[in-house]
């Protein structure tokens, strides 16, 4: 099993900037694909961001340029960096990793954008 959990989430105003952190409990976290989920009221969970071993992304098309995923695994830790947000942004965003095809979450860490 591997527990994640995620943090920096909160209240910012639109255009602001917040940092998602999120740690997982095991070392083998670092073999893992990890990524970003959200969902927002009514609506589904949706990919916001993905990171494999080797460091490769790939970005929801709504948020390519204003986010950015990014791992240490030397740390355990998957970030994702959200710049210029919106208030289409407000969701509950999720921690994922993925091995074998297994996937582990986290709990989430609401984000709320306004003003």
């Known amino acids: 099993q591997v527990q994640l959990v995620e943090s920096g989430g909160g209240l910012v105003q639109p255009g602001g900037s917040l940092r998602l952190s999120c740690a997982a409990s095991r070392s083998i976290f670092s073999i893992m694909t990890a990524g970003w989920f959200r969902q927002a009221p009514g609506k589904e969970r949706e990919l916001v961001a993905t990171?494999?071993?080797?460091?490769?992304?790939k970005y929801e098309d709504s948020v390519k340029g204003r986010f950015t995923i990014s791992r240490d695994n030397a740390k355990n830790t998957v970030y994702l960096q959200m710049n210029s947000l919106k208030p289409e942004d407000t969701a509950v965003f999720y921690c994922?990793?993925?091995?074998?095809?297994?996937?582990?979450w986290g709990r989430g860490t609401q984000v709320t954008v306004s003003p």
């Open positions: 994922n990793a993925r091995l074998y095809g297994v996937d582990y």
């Open positions: 990171i494999t071993t080797s460091g490769m992304t």
